[in-house]
């Protein structure tokens, strides 16, 4: 075996190349003694929604409360139903249901591994309060006729774009706007491994309504608009200075981070169109894809074999996700979801991040055609 060293992410050589201005800010954070909700958190935020072109972001503690708090601010309540995707991860739907609202899953498409609207319309009835769809991978579902669907039966759209920041999304009327900031509220994390990451934990909510802005800026803060005056129920869920520190500073290297990513997929799908038994991931017309995962489908029941493989020539790989939603234990029900079921035995997440040197992509992709070539 070569002597290799291939991760799934590589946060600590992004690090090593922004290390200087990044441990300039965070010192001197400390030393202004503004632990959280400091000056630069109003800065990044503004930044963000500069970026994003929404009118409001409230960043909050993670992205698992910005669904929460979404739902909150939406004033749902218990037994009111949601319909999110199956094939997410786990706080899509664990947001709505510690609240006590009932989750109701819909089904992806096998290809963009996205829901679409004919996927919702069906589980739609009249306790439906709110659509939640997931820009699953980084790829943006098709929204339009998403938003026609919600403006129709009166719903509510939640977009979680934790895996998604910096995707854009063409309407067909030629507008361009970044997901996120489609629906009547948009989340996102910045969990480490996110496209945008931080060196904890951290979220935000995006949203052009004022009204609904301003609600959730006093959810994240107790309820309250005026210190020790407590409007309405409210929770803690603050960024703290440090992380948006290193989220000021990581935004303004996003894109490119980003085009990396972009660039290692079309590698990748090069490499794969030749392979009959490997299904690259489709990108709609409509859609940009920032490939917060690459994530494939392997045929004939040899995924697990491959995994297997890559491990042994020492190449990580990822299963997201195993199990879906709807099989999980607290969320268990008899619903089938034909598509959802098939992806969680034939999907695998290869390496990419901002820092896989050419070398070890050559290396995976040559290690997974030998596979194919081996008849395995
Ligand atoms: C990461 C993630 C979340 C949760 O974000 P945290 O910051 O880890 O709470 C929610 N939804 C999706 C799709 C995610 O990938």
Redesign the pocket.
Known sequence: MKNININMVDLMGQYSKIKNEIDRNIISSIESGRFVNGPIVKEFSENLSDYLNVKNVIPCA???DA?QISFMALDLKKGDEIICPSW??I??AEAAAILGLKVVFCDVDLETFNTRADLIEPHINKRTKAIVP?HLYGQSCDMAPIIKLAKKHDLKIIE?N??AIGCKYAFPNGDIKFTGTLGHIGTT?F?PS?NLGCYG?G?AIFTNDDFLAEKLRMIVNHGEKTKYHHEIVGCNSRLDSIQAEILNIKLKYLEEYNSNRKIMAKNYNLAFNEIDLIKTPKVNLNSDHVYHQYTIRVLNGKRDKLKEYLSKNGIPSMIYYPIPIHKQKPYRNNEILKNTDLLSYEVISLPIHTELENSNQDYIIEIIKQFFDEKN
């Open positions: 993670n992205g698992t669904l997410t991860y706080a899509t997931v979680d934790a895996q994390s969990y996110k934990d979220g």
